[in-house]
């Protein structure tokens, strides 16, 4: 049985609900719908480790105006003007947001590597070729490439498997690494993305322990 209530949202609650639609406007979830969102997200959390965004500071950065070569060096003159603050050029939405690890090695050819640090959005649409957060029939988080058989030539399927004929699933994972397999579901089996990988913040200079 299901009832209905009218309920009142204070300004900041209201504003942090349309943050949590996102831009394209989804229509206001359920209160049902919240709750189960939160037990997803217990999951989700507890899975990967996940940490929630939390913008606390607000530091403006110099941002080169000219793109700098990998090749020969380039005149050395004053490019720098605009500054750029990193928390609005990494995150699009702060409270759907969060920073994870990667824990594999399935999608090292496409960049990731073990203790990585990525971050996630769950409101954003995931689309074919994107890297995702999938949630396997309920019981197992992994990091792999959403693959949509519909948006795939047949040349794009006979590289991945040898055979541009292969029967596929509507959505199946990609690993990025041919020491891993592809995630491919039977019919009573489910995925579902539990989010977008939109940046993979490598760190290349570590920082001395002695410092």
Request: a negative charge; charged letters at 25%.
């Amino acid at each position: 049985m299901s009832k209905k209530l009218p309920i009142y949202f204070s300004d900041e609650a209201w504003s942090s609900l349309q943050q949590l639609m996102g831009d394209d406007g989804k229509p206001s979830p359920t209160i049902n719908a919240l709750l189960e969102q939160c037990a997803d997200q217990a999951l989700f959390n507890s899975s990967l480790n996940v940490q929630a965004i939390q913008k606390n500071s607000n530091i403006e950065l110099p941002v080169a105006l000219e793109r700098i070569p990998a090749g020969p060096a380039f005149a050395n003159k004053d490019v720098f003007e605009k500054v750029l603050d990193l928390n609005d050029f990494l995150v699009i939405n702060p409270l759907a947001t969060f920073i994870a690890h990667v824990d594999s090695e399935s999608l090292l050819n496409a960049g990731f590597e073990i203790n990585d640090t990525f971050l996630v959005d769950r409101s954003l649409e995931a689309k074919h070729g994107d890297i995702v957060v999938a949630l396997i029939d309920n019981r197992e988080i992994t990091l792999k490439r959403l693959m949509i058989t519909a948006k795939m030539s047949k040349e794009e399927i006979a590289d991945i498997f040898g055979d541009p004929n292969k029967a596929l699933p509507e959505v199946w994972l990609k690993a990025e690494n041919p020491a891993y397999e592809h995630i491919i579901l039977s019919d009573s089996e489910s995925i579902v993305v539990q989010g977008v990988v939109t940046f993979n913040l490598k760190q290349f200079y570590k920082r001395s322990s002695h410092n």
